[in-house]
């Protein structure tokens, strides 16, 4: 059975402070790994990795893929109150059509 | 460009009552279509998948079931709610490339009902 497992569950931090965010999972025949971003309703898409050792950029936000450890980390730079979310990692692999997503983590940025 | 409607955004319902949300997507035809549940301290858990009118999948045994009417509209339903169907429902849609529909570039949400059975 397919696992994603994301750590930690939840966080607190300052604003200003880097965030590294975990994502571990074990998957048969691995497509894809996808980061969201969940405010309040609906998760927005954050990146998209294919390729191991290849860093995807968004402004403050990175995220890299390690397909031979099973893992990815997102990272959030000189965080703002703003990106209080819940962040969650989800897997696709090719025996299936949807996305395997694992709890999300928590993240809380005070002023 | 492509939205995805869902609604209602809230709903409180007895135990027993009947359920049916609904989710439509502009913008985009033949899309694979997903129903996920999202509670507390689980993470979002796939329900159901379509990727053509009437082609239904379901991934858990529950109370719950889906029908795709039209292309672009997707339908959960129940007959009888439960106390354990609370949670978040969230609608989503996705490309659908490849041979058997396989090839997943990302999801795209809605924003979700917050479904109450007392």
């Known amino acids: 059975e397919d696992k994603v497992v994301q750590s930690p569950l939840s966080l607190v931090v300052h604003e200003g402070d880097t965030v590294t965010l975990n994502c571990s999972y074990e998957v048969t025949n691995f497509r894809s790994l996808l980061w969201y971003k969940q405010e309040k309703k609906a998760p927005t898409f954050l990146f998209m990795l294919t390729s191991s050792g290849i860093e995807k950029k968004s402004g403050r936000l990175s995220s890299i893929l390690d397909k031979k450890e099973l893992f990815s980390i997102l990272n959030i730079t000189a965080t703002q109150t703003g990106d209080s979310a819940i962040y969650l990692c989800a897997v696709h692999s090719n025996s299936g059509y949807a996305l395997n997503f694992g709890k999300g983590t928590s993240l809380l940025v005070t002023p | 460009s492509q939205t995805i409607h869902q609604w209602p955004a809230t709903l409180v319902q007895p135990v027993g009552s009947p359920l049916s949300l609904e989710c439509t997507v502009e913008?985009?035809?033949?899309?694979?279509l997903y129903w996920y549940r999202q509670a507390a301290g689980r993470g979002l858990q796939l329900l159901f998948y379509s990727v053509g009118i009437g082609q239904i999948s379901s991934e858990v045994p529950q109370n719950l079931s889906a029908s795709r009417p039209q292309d672009r509209q997707f339908i959960l339903s129940s007959k009888k709610l439960l106390l354990s169907d609370s949670g978040f429902y969230l609608c989503?849609?996705?490309?659908?490339?490849?041979?058997?529909?396989?090839?997943?570039?990302?999801?795209?949400f809605g924003s979700g009902t917050q479904l109450s059975v007392l």
């Open positions: 913008g985009t035809s033949n899309p694979n």
């Open positions: 989503a849609w996705s490309v659908s490339r490849g041979r058997g529909h396989r090839i997943l570039q990302k999801l795209f």
